[in-house]
């Protein structure tokens, strides 16, 4: 059982809540993610997710210059760097998500996705393989 820093991505996307909608969709693609953390200053408040861009700001026709704060999720559950990936998968389960934000002491350190998990639990299974690919786009 390893630890959540061990799978973790380090160093996620992290935008300011006033940033907008466009500047989050092009950290997306410069840096070949599907989400990114949203802060008050160096307070984490909320994350923003491809699909979230598409659902809650297309769809409803807000303007790309509209703050990313409006569009992204807030209320997150986060673990602890050093905590199990056995707990990171327990807090996904019991939350329903994809994906939490990694704290250490109160600051943000990384990102953690059940992709990862699955890579670290068993490298074999069809999810690691999909979740270890390089993409393909």
């Known amino acids: 059982m390893g630890k959540v820093r061990d799978v973790m991505t ?16 092009r950290a997306m693609r410069d ?3 599907g989400s990114v953390l949203v802060v008050d200053g160096d307070k984490l408040c909320g994350l923003v997710t491809d699909r979230d861009i598409v659902v809650r700001a297309l769809a409803e026709s807000a303007a790309p210059s509209s703050p990313i704060g409006a569009v992204c999720t807030p209320h997150l559950v986060a673990v602890e760097a050093d905590d199990d990936t056995a707990e990171a998968l327990r807090v996904m389960q019991d939350n329903a998500v994809r994906r939490l ?15 990862d998990l699955a890579v670290e639990q068993d490298e074999e299974s069809a999810l690691a393989d999909i979740s270890a690919a390089r993409p393909t786009q």
């Open 31 to 33: 840096n070949d993610m």
């Open 101 to 115: 934000p990694v704290m250490d002491h109160g600051r943000i350190v990384g990102m953690v996705s059940i992709g």
């Open 10 to 25: 380090a160093e996620p996307i992290v935008l300011q809540r006033d940033q907008s909608i466009a500047d989050a969709a």
